[in-house]
């Protein structure tokens, strides 16, 4: 089996405080999450706001996260927001994986995989 590639990190400087990215600009640790991180990074993606069905697509995501150490799958995504993957899929400009899950903080799935 070959090796995972490196990754790096870059700090930049989110919602005032010093927070390390990936080089896909996931968060390096959950723990740097703050909804004002997520309001910033959301404009930076041309969302000027989020509205409460993406914060509680984001809310569910951390929960999740927090409750079972990963990500929730996308059945499970679903059964907790009541949304679909297609809705689910429109609320963020990028996706799920690239949107939502930036978004709320979640680790890059590039590094769950072994």
């Not at 990963?70 to 689910?88: F, I």
């Not at 990028?94 to 072994?114: E, F, S």
Request: proline share 4%.
């Amino acid at each position: 089996m070959a090796d995972k590639p490196a990754r790096s990190r870059v700090a930049r400087v989110v919602a005032g405080r010093s927070v390390y990215f990936d080089d896909e600009g996931f968060f390096w640790d959950a723990d740097d999450w703050s909804e004002e991180a997520a309001l910033e990074l959301a404009r930076e993606r041309g969302l000027a706001t989020l509205d409460a069905t993406q914060w509680r697509v984001i809310r569910f995501m951390r929960d999740w996260y927090d409750g079972h150490g990963r990500a929730p799958m996308n059945r499970d995504l679903k059964s907790g927001t009541g949304l679909s993957l297609l809705e689910l899929e429109r609320l963020f400009p990028d996706g799920i994986r690239l949107g939502a899950r930036r978004l709320a903080g979640l680790p890059n799935p590039q590094t769950c995989l072994d």
